[in-house]
């Protein structure tokens, strides 16, 4: 991912922050998911926990909650980001400013490192996650969301109907992302789909639009204001309905014998 594309993802991430959580439904649940999974993998014995991609703090109160006397980086690559998670007063860490594919930390210091929806915005997937694992002290997880290949499939579908390219990016489907974590001696990802709430095209767009999805993937541009319109009709003649396929995982160093 060059640079230039990771200032468009933080600008425009930046000035979703103010009203993101009234449209992050879907986020809320996946944060939730990695928080449950860290509790049943570590209710206790932490004392450092990096969180990747914070965004207005989602996740980052409920580890806050779950592991109070722990020591918490929070980050993400937008500024406005992190100033909105830290307005809230609720949470006794540090908040830096770190593009999670390459965090300035060598080796194994935390114990947890989380992240909820942000591994799908990364250049290479399975470098990053071998690079974040190797921060992991022994016994330590990582545990982490992001999208999978269904997700949005019916507006996708729309798109191919029309003879228009999708901006949504290639997300991976849940074998190829068990085929990364393979290399890691333990290792698991699974799925869960969620239901979007909202019905047509304008719901889904003002719900990208709301939580600042709205940089194309590489390589691709936004549609016109005419092919746009094709779009959404043939999207809301086909009902309308859409779903985020969460794909969530978790990588553990093994414990020092």
Request: charged share 20%; with cysteine; hydrophobic share 45%.
């Amino acid at each position: 991912m060059n640079d230039a594309r990771k200032q468009r993802i933080s600008d425009a991430f930046g000035a979703a922050a103010g009203h993101y959580e009234a449209h992050a439904g879907p986020q809320r649940l996946a944060a939730t998911l990695v928080a449950d999974i860290a509790q049943r993998q570590m209710p206790g014995g932490v004392a450092r926990v990096l969180e990747i991609g914070c965004g207005t703090g989602l996740l980052t109160r409920d580890i806050q909650t779950r592991w109070p006397g722990a020591d918490l980086i929070a980050t993400d690559i937008s500024p406005g980001m992190l100033e909105q998670a830290a307005s809230h007063g609720r949470v006794a860490g540090r908040f830096l400013t770190m593009d999670g594919e390459a965090p300035p930390f060598d080796g194994p210091w935390f114990d947890l490192i989380l992240s909820s929806l942000t591994f799908q915005w990364f250049d290479d997937l399975p470098a990053a996650i071998a690079r974040l694992a190797g921060l992991l002290r022994p016994g330590g997880s990582l545990i982490f969301s992001t999208m999978g290949q269904g997700s949005f499939a019916a507006w996708r579908a729309a798109h191919a109907a029309c003879g228009e390219a999708s901006g949504v990016p290639d997300y991976p489907s849940l074998d190829a992302l068990r085929a990364m974590l393979a290399g890691h001696a333990d290792a698991f990802a699974f799925e869960e789909t969620v239901a979007m709430e909202g019905k047509g095209a304008r719901a889904l767009i003002a719900h990208l639009k709301g939580i600042g999805a709205v940089v194309p993937g590489e390589g691709r541009r936004p549609l016109g204001p005419s092919a746009l319109r094709r779009v959404m009709a043939t999207y809301d003649a086909a009902g309308g309905r859409d779903v985020y396929q969460l794909l969530l995982g978790r990588v553990t160093r093994a414990a020092q014998a």
